[in-house]
């Protein structure tokens, strides 16, 4: 079983900065695939960065640029670090890790840390 503990959200100005960290348990971290995705009020959930366990990374439009994915398998971590925010921005950001074998896929998701951003 593997449990993600977001941490980072919080209020901030347009054109600011934050840094969302996301802890997991387990032994699978580091074979696995790590997501951010966030969902808006009244809006579906929609992803906003992917790694693969080969540091592979992958960005919504809306965010290239101005959003970096890390992770460090040393501490079961992977990190969104949110330049130049917009009002836009703001939502329940959700982590995930995702892991494909044969047969099927292991899906696991954080309970989501709030970003909000206003003047």
């Known amino acids: 079983q593997v449990q993600l503990v977001e941490s980072g959200g919080g209020l901030v100005q347009p054109g600011g900065s934050l840094r969302l960290s996301c802890a997991a348990s387990g032994s699978i971290f580091s074979i696995s695939t790590m997501g951010w995705y966030r969902q808006a009020p009244v809006k579906e959930r929609e992803l906003v960065a992917t790694?693969?366990?080969?540091?592979?990374?992958n960005y919504v439009d809306s965010v290239k640029g101005r959003f970096t994915i890390s992770r460090d398998n040393t501490k079961n971590t992977v990190y969104l670090q949110m330049n130049s925010l917009k009002p836009e921005d703001t939502g329940v950001y959700y982590c995930?890790?995702?892991?494909?074998?044969?047969?099927?896929?292991?899906?696991?998701w954080g309970q989501g840390t709030q970003v909000s951003v206003s003047s």
């Open positions: 995930n890790l995702r892991r494909v074998v044969v047969g099927g896929t292991y899906e696991y």
């Open positions: 790694i693969t366990s080969g540091r592979t990374t």
